[in-house]
């Protein structure tokens, strides 16, 4: 058994649709995929038909954005019963922030002289969640960027051009949301947030009342060293390990298609809850 619990379809910033996601998990000899877009369910039901005929498991997922002191953080929320009204009322408000924070974008850049309107709805056409990726993608074809990267360094972050503040939703609705839908909410990528491990505590003591009691243990962008203290804080705290790539596209050779390590024997895997 295979399992990547994090990646992304072209419903919000990934490059391929479900079907051609399910036929690169097969490809990758992946048994378990959970489809994590973020902030939206609709890519769900196209990749689970895919998973029918690839014989795959699809697990249904979505990362939600969170803010907590003012910090954002994103919440995997897996196995969820994309039909319940409840996430779905909190999925269509976090929906609702981007589009308006795009907006904002818009006329952000605007005053600075950038018009990335067209190409940014060109991109995500009537079917996805316009995020930061794509103003990137724009910024890089109008050439204002030589790349994404180059773009997410000069602007879109705070103190550059595009930068919008956000308070998305908090972690008790966020853990409302993904429970009452039947699901595990999980930290994602802890190790992207720079806290301390004291922060990190903090934040873990202030998740588990709220539902969320998951933590990504293995990603793309931990090495063993940050997976091993991952793992002792989920031993420690009693949360459910997650593995998860955070795959957007396979130009990106970084972040492959199930490429997180094997979570170690003494953790217990978030599937254990499925
Ligand atoms: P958003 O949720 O729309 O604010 O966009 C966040 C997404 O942007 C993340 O999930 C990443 O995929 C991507 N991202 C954030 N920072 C960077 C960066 N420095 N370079 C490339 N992509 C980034
Ligand atoms: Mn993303
Ligand atoms: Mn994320
Ligand atoms: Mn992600």
């Known amino acids: 058994m295979k399992y990547d619990l994090h990646c992304h379809s072209y419903y919000s910033d990934g490059t391929l649709s479900p079907t051609q996601l399910l036929e690169h998990a097969k490809e990758r000899e992946i048994t378990h995929l959970a489809l994590t877009d973020h902030d939206t369910l609709d890519g769900l039901a196209e990749a689970q038909k895919a998973a029918n005929e690839l014989d795959i498991h699809l697990i249904n997922g979505i990362e939600l954005s969170c803010t907590w002191e003012k910090q954002l953080l994103h919440v995997v929320g897996l196995n969820v019963d994309p039909n319940n009204a409840g996430l779905q009322k909190g999925v269509k408000l976090n929906k609702q922030r981007r589009i308006d924070r795009a907006e904002a974008m818009f006329e952000d850049f605007e005053k600075h002289g950038i018009f990335l309107r067209e190409s940014v709805t060109q991109q995500i056409e009537d079917r996805g969640v316009p995020t930061r990726p794509h103003f990137a993608q724009a910024l890089v074809e109008a050439g204002y960027a030589k790349d994404k990267k180059q773009a997410f360094k000069r602007y879109l972050v ?74 002792d804080l989920a031993i420690e705290f009693g949360l459910n390990a997650s593995i998860g790539s955070d795959f957007h596209s396979p130009d990106q050779p970084w972040a492959r298609l199930g490429c997180a390590h094997e979570l170690s024997k003494e953790l217990t895997p978030v599937w254990a809850q499925f």
């Open 158 to 231: 705070r103190g550059k051009p595009g930068f919008i503040p956000m308070v998305w939703a908090g972690l008790d609705d966020i853990g409302e949301w993904v429970t009452g839908a039947g699901g595990i909410a999980v930290l994602a990528h802890p190790n992207r947030y720079k806290f301390t491990r004291t922060k990190l505590s903090r934040l873990i003591n202030e998740m588990i009342p709220h539902g969320i009691t998951g933590l990504e243990v293995s990603t793309s962008t931990t090495d063993k060293q940050q997976s091993k203290m991952l793992g």
